[in-house]
């Protein structure tokens, strides 16, 4: 059996990756990414495990099967996705492939971190989860049309709450909670 320990981070990277030397780097969500890798180097008790840091590196003009394969392998080793959801996200065949086989094939809870909204009532109010969240789903339909198999947490980015998440129990494939969005209550 394999030991599921690591956290699967998806983002949005354009496709085929820009033409720059940053490639993928220059791309918002990835810098999310990079900025959760960057408190885990700050601090080694920072409760992310890199998914992505387990396998050999796939560079800008991989193929898609070689680069599919490597994203089998990452989520097969992840107890969850983290996934970046933002008004930069776009619907790409990575993103789509990654949710896909993670939900559907390997059952991964999923976190997902909106960069857009930094506090709890951004996310959520009294009646539950905000339209303007809702409607970041559309960016994804993938995720939409199968967020409801899994638990779903939804997060600001406020690396407090993050650190919560990253560390909830109830959001690893191991010990998942029952199928569901789930956010943080505002009290």
């Known amino acids: 059996m394999v030991n599921r320990t ?50 050999y590196n796939v560079r800008d003009g991989s193929e898609w099967e070689t680069l599919k394969k490597r994203l089998h392998e990452r989520l097969n080793m992840s107890k969850n996705i983290v996934l970046f959801l933002s008004e930069n996200t776009k619907n790409s065949r990575a993103l789509r492939e990654e949710l896909d086989y993670g939900i559907n094939k390997k059952g991964l809870p999923v976190i997902v971190i909106y960069p857009d909204f930094k506090d709890k009532t ?4 009294s009646s539950g989860i905000r339209k303007q969240v809702k409607d970041l789903w559309d960016k994804v339909p993938v995720f ?40 943080y209550t505002l009290y």
């Open 144 to 183: 939409r049309d199968n967020m409801s198999k899994v638990a779903t947490l939804h997060v600001p980015y406020k690396k407090a709450l993050i650190t919560s998440a990253l560390k909830d129990a109830d959001f690893k494939v191991q010990s998942m909670t029952n199928a569901g969005a789930y956010y």
């Open 122 to 125: 951004d996310i959520a109010s």
């Open 6 to 55: 690591a956290n699967y981070t998806a983002f949005y990277v354009s496709e085929p990756f820009s033409a720059t030397s940053l490639g993928a780097n220059a791309t918002p969500d990835f810098i999310y990414y990079n900025q959760l890798r960057a408190w885990k180097g700050a601090d080694s008790s920072f409760p992310f495990v890199d998914a992505h840091a387990k396998t």
